[in-house]
């Protein structure tokens, strides 16, 4: 199994940034699929960004330009930096991981974009 713990969600002003951070329990080598998702109220999940062990990554179109998923496997650990926050931006952000044949869900983290 895998474990994911995320951190760095908060509030932030319209153009402002966040970076997010998901530490795995395992080798992000190992992991099929990483990525991250959000759920704002009343809303089902959806993915924002994502990258494969192959290095393929793909982005919502409401995010492109603006966020980046990026790896770091020396600390088994994926970011999401998120540039130009808009108030649309607005949810609790899950981190997945794609392990095997199972898929595992960080805790997730609230993210506010607020003046």
């Known amino acids: 199994q895998v474990q994911l713990v995320e951190s760095g969600g908060g509030l932030v002003q319209p153009g402002g940034s966040l970076r997010l951070s998901c530490a795995a329990s395992?080798?992000?080598?190992?992991?099929?699929?990483m990525g991250w998702y959000c759920q704002a109220p009343g809303k089902e999940r959806e993915l924002v960004a994502a990258?494969?062990?192959?290095?393929?990554?793909n982005y919502a179109d409401s995010v492109k330009g603006r966020f980046t998923i990026s790896g770091d496997n020396a600390k088994n650990t994926v970011y999401l930096q998120m540039n130009s926050l808009k108030p649309e931006d607005t949810a609790v952000y899950y981190c997945?991981?794609?392990?095997?044949?199972?898929?595992?869900w960080g805790q997730g983290t609230q993210v506010t974009v607020s003046s």
């Open positions: 395992r080798r992000l080598s190992s992991i099929k699929r």
């Open positions: 990258f494969t062990s192959g290095s393929n990554t």
């Open positions: 997945n991981a794609v392990y095997l044949m199972w898929e595992y």
